[in-house]
């Protein structure tokens, strides 16, 4: 019997999900009207960027816990979540870019939401690039944290970015202020399961890495208490 | 404008690369070690 059955049985139902996933965005969902086959990116692209402010909340809570209880266990529980955040917001970027192109006609537009997309993931980049400055574990997190809790100012302002500055990139079809969600049932039923897909994927994937970055810790060895130090007895004049 | 399946392949071939990147490299302290 595995010592990890939670993180097996996410996995397992991750990889299930995945394939549900795949049937419904791939082959259920019809095509649509003006984009094409090219659409069929969106259950992938809107799943990376939302597991991405997911984690990038993660990153926020346990950066909280770390400056409040200074217990380094947080500050692993950050790092894997901002690893997680920022492979994913490159992902989504690349992915709007294969969307991008073929419906835009552009890779790239310096667009608001591509713009502060890009800003979110230098901020997270330089997190990951601070905790390795300085020697001592405790400095690195501080930093760390500090970077963690500030830039993720960056998350509210990426989703609302098609709200407040309407450029190039759609308006938010499923969380959208002021209605309901704008979306046929099939592809809506294909993005949420891609939502649940990545979100189940990257939980199994953060147990995991959580669990490698507390091994490859360096064990911390409490300061012994006077309590527990052996009584020296020291005799005048020495040994009788 | 109907766009091909090139773009949703490269798109989703991208994200199974990534995804099992990650599963790789965030193992990688993991093995010999149940």
Known sequence: MTRHPVERLVGAVAAVTAVCMLVLGLVIAPVDAVQGQAQRLMYVHVPAAWVAYLAFAVVLVTSVAYLVRRDLKWDRRAQAAAELGTGLTALAIALGMLWGRPVWGVWWQWDPRLVTTLVLLLVYSGYLGVRGLADDAHTNARRAAVVGIVGFVNVPLVHFSVVWWRALHQPPTVLRPGGPAAIEPAMLGALLTGVAAFTLAAAWLYLRRVRALALQAPTAQPLPVMADVPRITVTRGGPA | ?34
């Open chain 2, 1 to 34: 404008m109907t766009a091909g399946w090139e773009w949703v392949w490269a798109g989703y071939g991208l994200s199974a690369v990534v995804w099992a990147g990650y599963a790789w490299w965030s193992g990688r302290g993991l093995r010999g070690r149940r």
